[in-house]
């Protein structure tokens, strides 16, 4: 099982990224995705999930209306949009799959989740 977050970059206040989540030996459908962050000094925190099966998806109040979770199964892919970003948002960038056909129902459950690929560093300038 591996999971490969990217697409993390330099950006200015207001600006957009998409960050991706490669997925390798797993049935992605099967799985609940989460994105998590860690900024420098803070503790980890959820910002988003995806969940298995009808891909329901849940927020932390602090993204919700800018980032947007998505997927698509056929490329085993998981997607993390993510506009207007603020000076604290930098962070790294982790995504993380919980198998059995989970459904998110919290974002406080990155000790829950099975599987963690390497984080994808966002810096937002302000």
């Known amino acids: 099982v591996q999971l490969q977050a990217s697409g993390g970059g330099l950006v200015h206040s207001g600006g957009s990224l998409r960050l991706s989540c490669a997925t390798s030996g797993f049935t992605l459908e099967y799985y609940g995705i989460g994105w998590f962050r860690q900024a420098p000094g803070k503790e980890r925190e959820g910002v988003s999930c995806?969940?298995?099966?009808?891909?329901?998806?849940l927020y932390a109040d602090s993204v919700k209306g800018r980032f947007t979770i998505s997927r698509d199964i056929r490329k085993k892919m998981v997607y993390l949009q993510m506009h207007s970003l603020k000076p604290n948002d930098t962070a790294v960038y982790y995504c993380?799959?919980?198998?059995?056909?989970?459904?998110?129902?919290?974002?406080?459950?990155?000790?829950?989740?099975?599987?963690w690929g390497k984080g994808t560093l966002v810096t937002v300038s302000s």
């Open positions: 995806i969940s298995a099966g009808d891909g329901h998806t």
């Open positions: 993380a799959a919980r198998g059995g056909k989970y459904q998110c129902d919290t974002l406080d459950d990155a000790e829950d989740m099975d599987y």
